[in-house]
C-alpha cells in the first residue's frame, strides 16, 4: 500500500498496537499479550488492529503470533528513529551534540569578552531549544495505556 494511504489508516489505536509492535524486544507479538500490555478490553480488539495493519502490508502472521514486516515513517511515526529496541525522537542526536559542544566550549573558556558571551548565549538558546523539542515530540508519541 502506498504511503499516503497508511497515513490515513495508521492512527489511534491501530497506531498504538503498531508502535508496541516496533518497540517490541520479542520478534513474535501474540494479541494477548498486547491486549494486556496496551490495556483493550479484550484479545478481539487486539485482533482487529492486528487484521488492518496485515491490509497495510505492515505486519505478518505466523502460527497465532505477529511480527513486522515493514517499518513505514508517517505521521508521528517520522519523528522517531529506532536505536536497538529503543524508540527515540529524532532530535535527541542533535540535542546531545549541541549540549556536548556547549559543555566542552564552558569548560574551555578562558575570559569572558564579547564573542564568548555571544557563544554563551548562542549555545545555551540552541541547547535549550534543541531539548525542548526533543520533550515535546517525545510527549508527541503514541500512549502504551
Known amino acids: ?57 505492515l505486519i505478518e502472521k505466523n502460527a497465532g503470533e505477529y511480527h513486522l514486516k515493514e517499518i513505514v515513517d508517517v505521521g508521528v511515526l517520522k519523528q522517531f528513529m529506532k536505536l536497538g529496541s529503543f524508540i527515540v525522537p529524532r532530535y535527541v542526536t542533535y540535542a546531545t551534540m549541541i549540549s556536548v559542544l556547549f559543555v566542552f566550549f564552558i569548560s574551555q573558556l578562558k575570559e569572558i569578552n564579547f564573542y564568548s558571551v555571544f557563544a554563551l548565549i548562542f549555545g545555551s538558546l540552541s541547547t535549550a531549544i534543541f531539548w525542548y523539542e526533543t520533550i515535546r515530540v517525545w510527549r508527541s508519541r503514541p500512549k502504551q495505556s
Open 1 to 57: 500500500m502506498s504511503n499516503g494511504n497508511v497515513a490515513t489508516e495508521l492512527k489511534g489505536n491501530t497506531l498504538r498496537v503498531y508502535w508496541y509492535l516496533l518497540r517490541s524486544s520479542k520478534k513474535f507479538v501474540g494479541p494477548r499479550k498486547i491486549q494486556r500490555e496496551l490495556g483493550f478490553s479484550s484479545p478481539a480488539l487486539a485482533v482487529y488492529h492486528l487484521d488492518k495493519l496485515m491490509e497495510l502490508g
